[in-house]
């Protein structure tokens, strides 16, 4: 006796659509429940509160005197400053030439020891060779190695090189370690490669500022790469500032430093985010009533205008990322903006899309302080405001197929 065959006609793929909207929904949810203020007070395990740099503010004003008062050697300088602070990440910088000095005013939130060194360091790079009437391995002189005047300068110095590049390698032992690797003009490689022949396994030195740091020569490796002892990110930073914003021509000293009143704006951010939930509101009500824009649009433009606040500020709170208050409510009325005139873009998206991105990219490299700041934020929030208009309309055309 044959028994029938049973034939099965399930069709998963509606099934499928529900979990994955499902999936989606809760995690649209959970980026809004995560931006809305005062979060922590439900969820008593984790802390998703923003990371205000308001009170980390400090502000004050450096004057500096140069060996050399020629105009043009001081403006040299004054924009070597300028690239290191700015470099940085320092909020506010404003350098002057006063009385054949340099002022330089900073307001920030940056580390003040690190900010101070990228200041007052020369930082004037040169590859020395030990003198041979200098006793290395005495014992009662255990940092003979370190000083400079122990050393006899050779033709190479900062600006024979390209760059110096800074970064992980493998040592000996196996284990990773920073390195500064020096990279040469294509035209100096042979006569550098013929120099470091003459000194192959001898210890030679990397002269910065009259400290030395010794580097036994290999010609085998391919790269002349020095040691760096710190692996703290921010101090690693400010070394490569120091060795790429530009060659110093002329000794300089800081003459004062004095406190300046500190002027940084401040916002009650939770009263803010209660604001712009309210604006929002208000906004697409009145474009609903008023009938100027399409419903579907309308509806797009909202989800995603939603989705790339809370998005944004979801991120900020979980990764403890430092940020201005201020600032955050400028950005988000930015981001309703930018995002309503995408949403309605159409035909010439393309073109908006790169007027927006000029603009935005011009303002990073040529504005200053606050508003170049400002203008990288934007980039990202423009970014993700079109990804969010992308996924919002693709998630209300599959609720509309449930």
Not at 149 to 170: A, C, G
Not at 298 to 324: C, E
Not at 356 to 380: E, K, R, V
Request: glycine share 4%; aromatic share 12%.
């Amino acid at each position: 006796m044959k028994l029938p065959k049973l034939k099965l006609n399930l069709n998963v793929k509606p099934v499928l659509n529900y979990i994955l909207i499902i999936i989606v929904t809760a995690l649209f949810l959970a980026s809004i429940f995560i931006a809305l203020p005062l979060t922590e007070k439900y969820v008593s395990k984790i802390t998703y509160n923003l990371n205000p740099k308001d009170k980390t503010y400090w502000s004050q004003e450096f004057i500096v005197s140069t060996e050399n008062t020629d105009s043009k050697a001081q403006n040299e300088l004054r924009n070597i400053f300028y690239k290191r602070l700015k470099g940085f990440g320092v909020e506010e910088v404003s350098t002057y030439l006063e009385n054949d000095k340099i002022r330089i005013d900073v307001t920030t939130s940056k580390d003040k020891d690190l900010v101070k060194e990228l200041i007052s360091n020369k930082f004037e790079v040169k590859i020395v060779t030990r003198k041979a009437d200098v006793n290395f391995d005495d014992s009662e002189n255990t940092y003979a190695y370190m000083l400079g005047t122990n050393y006899d300068s050779t033709d190479w110095s900062r600006s024979d090189f390209r760059n110096i590049y800074i970064t992980k390698l493998r040592t000996s032992s196996g284990t990773y370690a920073n390195f500064a690797i020096f990279k040469l003009w294509p035209t100096g490689e042979e006569k550098f490669r013929n120099f470091l022949k003459q000194y192959n396994g001898v210890s030679i030195g990397i002269d910065i500022d009259g400290f030395v740091t010794p580097h036994v020569v290999d010609t085998t490796s391919q790269i002349f790469a020095i040691p760096i002892s710190t692996e703290d990110a921010l101090q690693l930073k400010a070394m490569s500032l120091l060795y790429n914003s530009g060659v110093v021509n002329t000794n300089f000293k800081i003459d004062s430093q004095t406190d300046l009143t500190l002027n940084v704006p401040t916002v009650n951010y939770i009263q803010i985010t209660l604001g712009i939930l309210v604006a929002i509101v208000v906004l697409y009500f009145y474009l609903f009533i008023s009938k100027t824009t399409a419903p579907n649009i309308l509806l797009k433009s909202l989800l995603a205008t939603t989705l790339t606040i809370s998005i944004y500020l979801a991120f900020l709170k979980i990764f403890q990322i430092p940020v201005d208050t201020f600032m955050l409510s400028i950005e988000a009325i930015l981001a309703i903006i930018v995002t309503r005139i995408l949403a309605e873009g159409k035909d010439s998206v393309f073109y908006i899309e790169l007027f927006l991105l000029i603009i935005l990219a011009s303002t990073i490299f040529l504005g200053n302080g606050f508003i170049s700041i400002i203008a990288q934020d934007m980039l990202i929030l423009t970014a993700l405001s079109k990804l969010c208009l992308v996924v919002s309309a693709w998630y209300i055309n599959k609720v509309k197929k449930i």
